[in-house]
């Protein structure tokens, strides 16, 4: 008679400790499943710690984040888009954010619809900071302050980033200044808040 190879122990092992334990996978759909700690699902983006740099778009191998500048109901946004159908869940958004805090991979796994898979997406908007000239986009409003903190007293050696973190914080009037032209800066006109070619144009001039 052929004895049973250790292969074979093996699997009877598994199959008698299957029987008196139960199985190793769970029961889900019928019951709820709970993954890993460290387990990587649907990432989520966290609006009041995201500052709208765009690293997560830039770092995303998949192209499952995209972003857009444009001009809604007045204000200058840039509209973050996340399609879950794209997504890998790396995590390399997460591990890249520089607040740690604005995208965060989630423990969640179900996404599955009967709907279109197009649909599967969440977006996140972040208003952004205009040039006083020209009007062409500086950066999101949230990022400055975030850079504004981060640089303490040396926030103050650049006009652009004082001027708008002490409206942030009411230390300046937050009244509209009078418009500007192209072309029609003046020495007065260093202590706005302008892009940088504005701004190399106002102290060329002065
Ligand atoms: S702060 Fe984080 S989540 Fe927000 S845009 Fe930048 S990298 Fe993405
Ligand atoms: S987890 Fe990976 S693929 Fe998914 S959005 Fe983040 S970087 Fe892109």
Wanted: net charge positive; charged share 25%; hydrophobic share 35%.
């Amino acid at each position: 008679m052929k004895l049973p190879g250790i292969l074979q122990f093996r699997i009877l092992k598994e199959a008698l400790k299957a029987v008196f334990c139960g199985p190793y996978t769970s029961g889900y759909p019928f019951k709820p499943h709970v993954p890993a700690e460290r387990f990587r699902g649907r990432p989520e983006y966290y609006e009041k710690d995201c500052m709208g740099c765009s690293a997560c778009a830039q770092v995303c191998p998949a192209g499952a984040i995209t972003f857009k500048d444009e001009i809604k109901d007045g204000k200058a946004v840039r509209k973050f888009v996340l399609r879950y159908d794209i997504c890998i869940f790396c995590g390399q958004c997460q591990a890249n954010c520089p607040t740690e805090k604005g995208i965060k991979l989630t423990r969640e796994f179900d996404m599955a619809t009967t709907g279109k898979r197009k649909d599967l997406f969440t977006t996140v908007e972040k208003e952004l900071m205009l040039c006083e000239c020209c009007k062409e986009i500086i950066a999101p409003k949230d990022q400055i302050v975030w850079v504004a903190k981060r640089l303490g007293p040396l926030t103050f050696s650049n006009a652009s980033l004082m001027l708008f973190y002490l409206k942030q914080l009411s230390l300046s009037s937050s009244q509209p200044m009078p418009s500007l032209k192209e072309n029609q800066l003046y020495r007065a006109d260093r202590v706005r808040v302008l892009c940088p070619k504005c701004r190399r144009e106002a102290i060329l001039k002065s």
